[in-house]
């Protein structure tokens, strides 16, 4: 009888942990506390660990990109060749496909796909670009566009209009207004509820509804030369209005022309253009922090110029390096990540993973 009783007892205790038990295993398996609303991806292209560094050094270890808490390592070659360019990274990041080289948008086959920024669209979510280069470019094309070559802008230009994307800024005015075929995107862009803004206070004075800032008849200068705070203050801007979605949204930051800088193999250039985009990151982190909801990524599509550091000073912010290449490296490139969702971030990836782990973070259907 005595056993029969602790047994009872022992049978109590069990079933009157069962709800707990079974809650904390649904919580679990669900992760609905854990996943992000919003996503900002932020992409320097070109910039590699070296180039991180140099601007670390630089900035006298004052990065914000050192204040990740979750690291990565990127593969970055793409379905033709050993070192990508930036269409074939660009296609890979932003739709979930190996790619030829100069390919946007499409796999191999020339069979379009879909691009995280569309399947954020297609879920009620709104999306935004954010570029230091010309619209049209390469890696902002890949989430906007299919083509065959990166070279058909104009026809990069036109599928802006035919996606339903929030916001979008940066240069490229003339591939909409300045075109072969006549036609004047900007009238159209109009009459498809964009305020359209060709300097920044006007973008800054936008403060609701869809906007298409063209800041520039096609590149924007360097840093060094006059763009000023054009990429922070379009990154605040972007926010500003994206943030209003109460389902979120998707965006894509990118700091277009540290690779340029690889090319060059001008180091100063090169930090500049870090140290300009590590603002970005900054202003991205700080709203990540405040709203508790948002994952933020930073990572490149390939690494420009194979620059190694070769020396500095953290007091002096004294940096030097050496180029092997004025062109991309098949180099591994970083990818930090910070908020709900980091965690899935971790150890040697493939750029496609990136596609792969927002579109899953999102719970976006294909």
Same mark, same amino acid.
């Given at each position: 009888?005595?056993?029969?009783?602790?047994?009872?007892?022992?049978?109590?205790?069990?079933?009157?942990?069962?709800?707990?038990?079974?809650?904390?295993?649904?919580?679990?398996?669900?992760?609905?506390?854990?996943?992000?609303?919003?996503?900002?991806?932020?992409?320097?292209?070109?910039?590699?660990?070296?180039?991180?560094? #140099? *601007?670390?050094? &630089? !900035?006298?270890?004052?990065?914000?990109?050192? /204040?990740?808490?979750?690291?990565?390592?990127? @593969? +970055?070659?793409?379905?033709?060749?050993?070192?990508?360019?930036?269409?074939?990274?660009?296609?890979?990041?932003?739709?979930?496909?190996?790619?030829?080289?100069?390919?946007?948008?499409?796999?191999?086959?020339?069979?379009?796909?879909?691009?995280?920024?569309?399947?954020?669209?297609?879920?009620?979510?709104?999306?935004?670009?954010?570029?230091?280069?010309?619209?049209?470019?390469?890696?902002? #094309? *890949?989430?906007? &566009? !299919?083509?065959?070559?990166?070279?058909?802008? /104009?026809?990069?230009?036109?599928?802006?209009? @035919? +996606?339903?994307?929030?916001?979008?800024?940066?240069?490229?005015?003339?591939?909409?207004?300045?075109?072969?075929?006549?036609?004047?995107?900007?009238?159209?862009?109009?009459?498809?509820?964009?305020?359209?803004?060709?300097?920044?206070?006007?973008?800054?004075?936008?403060?609701?509804?869809?906007?298409?800032?063209?800041?520039?008849?096609?590149?924007?200068?360097?840093?060094?030369?006059?763009?000023?705070?054009?990429?922070?203050?379009?990154?605040?801007?972007?926010?500003?209005?994206?943030?209003?979605?109460?389902?979120?949204?998707?965006?894509?930051?990118?700091?277009?022309?540290?690779?340029?800088?690889?090319?060059?193999?001008?180091?100063?250039?090169?930090?500049?253009?870090?140290?300009?985009?590590?603002?970005?990151?900054?202003?991205?982190?700080?709203?990540?922090?405040?709203?508790?909801?948002?994952?933020?990524?930073?990572?490149?599509?390939?690494?420009?110029?194979?620059?190694?550091?070769?020396?500095?000073?953290?007091?002096?912010?004294?940096?030097?390096?050496?180029?092997?290449?004025?062109?991309?490296?098949?180099?591994?490139?970083?990818?930090?990540?910070?908020?709900?969702?980091?965690?899935?971030?971790?150890?040697?990836?493939?750029?496609?993973?990136?596609?792969?782990?927002?579109?899953?973070?999102?719970?976006?259907?294909?």
């Amino acid at each position: 009888m005595k056993k029969i009783f602790v047994f009872a007892a022992i049978l109590l205790q069990i079933t009157a942990s069962v709800p707990e038990l079974k809650a904390q295993k649904t919580a679990k398996e669900s992760g609905r506390e854990h996943l992000p609303k919003n996503i900002i991806l932020l992409i320097g292209d070109g910039m590699g660990l070296a180039q991180m560094y #140099a *601007a670390y050094t &630089a !900035s006298c270890g004052t990065l914000h990109m050192a /204040e990740f808490n979750q690291i990565a390592l990127v @593969k +970055t070659f793409s379905a033709s060749d050993y070192i990508t360019d930036s269409g074939a990274g660009g296609t890979a990041i932003a739709c979930g496909i190996k790619t030829n080289n100069g390919m946007i948008g499409m796999g191999p086959d020339s069979i379009p796909v879909k691009s995280i920024l569309k399947l954020a669209e297609d879920k009620g979510l709104s999306t935004g670009i954010v570029v230091t280069c010309d619209v049209t470019h390469a890696t902002p #094309a *890949a989430f906007v &566009a !299919s083509v065959k070559s990166r070279k058909q802008t /104009e026809d990069i230009a036109l599928q802006y209009l @035919k +996606t339903d994307i929030d916001v979008f800024i940066g240069g490229g005015r003339d591939a909409f207004a300045n075109r072969r075929d006549s036609l004047n995107l900007l009238d159209s862009l109009a009459k498809h509820n964009y305020t359209v803004a060709s300097t920044i206070p006007a973008m800054l004075n936008v403060n609701q509804g869809k906007l298409a800032a063209l800041l520039y008849p096609a590149h924007p200068p360097k840093f060094s030369e006059g763009r000023g705070d054009m990429l922070s203050l379009s990154t605040e801007k972007a926010l500003e209005l994206l943030s209003k979605n109460q389902k979120g949204f998707f965006m894509m930051v990118e700091g277009s022309q540290i690779d340029w800088g690889g090319h060059d193999n001008n180091l100063e250039y090169i930090v500049n253009e870090t140290l300009d985009f590590d603002k970005a990151v900054g202003i991205a982190l700080e709203f990540a922090r405040k709203n508790g909801e948002t994952l933020v990524i930073v990572t490149a599509d390939h690494e420009t110029g194979g620059l190694s550091n070769m020396e500095g000073n953290f007091e002096t912010g004294q940096t030097g390096g050496r180029f092997t290449t004025d062109d991309h490296s098949g180099i591994p490139v970083p990818l930090y990540a910070y908020g709900p969702g980091s965690g899935n971030f971790k150890g040697m990836i493939d750029n496609t993973d990136i596609f792969r782990l927002m579109r899953k973070l999102l719970n976006l259907s294909m």
